[in-house]
């Protein structure tokens, strides 16, 4: 046991004396640009400073043609990688080239636009490192306004300093991280309640106008949701949330997608979401539509793979003046007998604009629900009058 100690010592100590001068070909032969931040940091240093080169000898016409949307992708090792390094001070490693020069990834991470960072509970190839317990931050980012971040371990043990991207961040993406809740975000950095969060409008995330939260462990929406009054989207897929709440905060907010949840309709939805336009609510347990009939903005909603049973459960939506794509298929009401023309009727001389279940009606579909239109006047005894202009096929539609 004594002899693997020394050699282990003695191991380690010729690593220390190489660290700075063994040979490339060398450290990739033993993978040291895979596992150790001496060498990450060489290899991030030597393709920023390429990046740099190649975008120099470019002409002023090629630069124009350039993805100004180039996204980098990491894993947590190195963002680990990055953070330690500004913990710790150390020399350059080649004084006499700039090539692998810290400063090249200090100088890409405070200008970098878009990031992915993306973990793993596995191991690193053959190491005994695991991704997912590496602990990192973002104080080297000041000027992120997309950032995406997939499996790793969001909590203010492994991730912290995120706060700092509140006035630049305009996309954010936290799935399969398994966040509790939406404060759990919003208000990283900052102690706070899950329950009731106690907001202030010092941590408001001014610039974020897309949020997506999906598949993780997240059970309703919070108050903290307000700290983003710019929202425009905000994805919510796969979770465990139970009611659609707290977001009166957002006046801009255009897209919810709530697919994959355990919800259930309160009668007084438009009191929570009046400006919403698009909507997804597929996979849930909603039987009835009765709740949409106030939402007046509506334009796009899908309800497939829900338990609306009855046709009396979805006339409210189908006299939404803005309606253009309604989805309910995978429903038990498309098991009635002339489901589709029963719905297209309901809809009235708007169904020819109307996508129903994902196909746009046919004509031999408008035909039919002119006649039945026409039978439903006769039967209510109203004037035939009525009709002009408000049948599907008329004149105006065949023009």
């Known amino acids: ?74 894993t947590p090792l190195e963002m680990y990688s990055v953070s330690q390094r500004l913990q710790h001070t150390c020399p350059p490693s080649d004084p006499e080239s700039k090539r692998y ?18 973990g793993s509970s596995q191991h690193i190839g053959s190491s005994n490192l695991t991704l997912n317990q590496l602990k990192f931050d973002f ?23 995120l706060g700092i991207l509140r006035g630049t961040l305009k996309e954010l993406s936290v799935v399969q991280s398994n966040v509790q809740a939406i404060s759990d975000i919003l208000l990283c950095d900052t102690p706070h309640s899950k329950t009731e969060p106690t907001i202030s409008p010092s941590l408001n995330w001014s610039a974020l106008v897309t949020l997506d939260l999906s598949e993780n462990c997240i059970e309703g929406l919070d108050r903290s949701i307000r700290l983003a009054p710019s929202l425009e989207t905000l994805i919510l897929n796969s979770n465990s949330i139970t009611k659609i709440d707290h977001l009166t905060g957002l006046p801009r ?44 903005s509506l334009q796009e909603l899908n309800v497939k793979h ?59 579909e408008l035909d039919k629900v002119s006649v039945l239109m026409a039978l439903r006047v006769t039967r209510e005894k109203k004037s035939p009058t009525s009709l002009f202009g408000n049948l599907p096929n008329s004149e105006q539609w065949k023009t």
């Open 253 to 296: 907010l255009r897209r919810l997608s709530l697919s994959r949840n355990k919800i259930s309709l309160d009668p007084d939805l438009h009191t929570v979401m009046g400006q919403v336009t698009h909507m997804d609510l597929s996979h849930n347990k909603i039987q009835s539509l009765s709740p949409f009939k106030k939402l007046y």
């Open 101 to 118: 020069d810290f400063t090249n990834v200090v100088d890409a991470c405070c200008r970098m636009d878009a990031l992915n960072v993306e």
């Open 1 to 74: 046991m004594k002899r693997r100690k020394d050699l282990e010592s003695y191991l380690q100590t010729i690593f220390h004396f190489l660290a700075c001068n063994i040979p490339q070909p060398l450290a990739d032969f033993l993978d040291f640009g895979k596992y150790d931040i001496h060498f990450i940091l060489r290899n991030l240093a030597s393709e920023f400073f390429q990046r740099e080169f190649d975008l120099a000898s470019l002409e002023d016409s090629d630069l124009e043609t350039l993805d100004s949307g180039d996204i980098i992708s990491w």
């Open 306 to 364: 829900n338990k609306i049973k009855e046709f009396e459960d979805v006339v409210a939506v189908c006299s939404l003046p803005c309606i253009e794509n309604l989805d309910m298929s995978e429903n038990k009401i498309n098991q009635q007998v002339d489901y589709r023309l029963k719905v297209l009727e309901c809809i009235g001389s708007r169904c020819r604009e109307v996508v129903l279940d994902g196909s746009s009606p046919t004509q031999s």
């Open 139 to 161: 104080l080297a980012f000041k000027s992120l306004s997309r950032l995406s971040m997939k499996d790793v371990s969001f909590d203010g043990e492994h991730v912290t300093s």
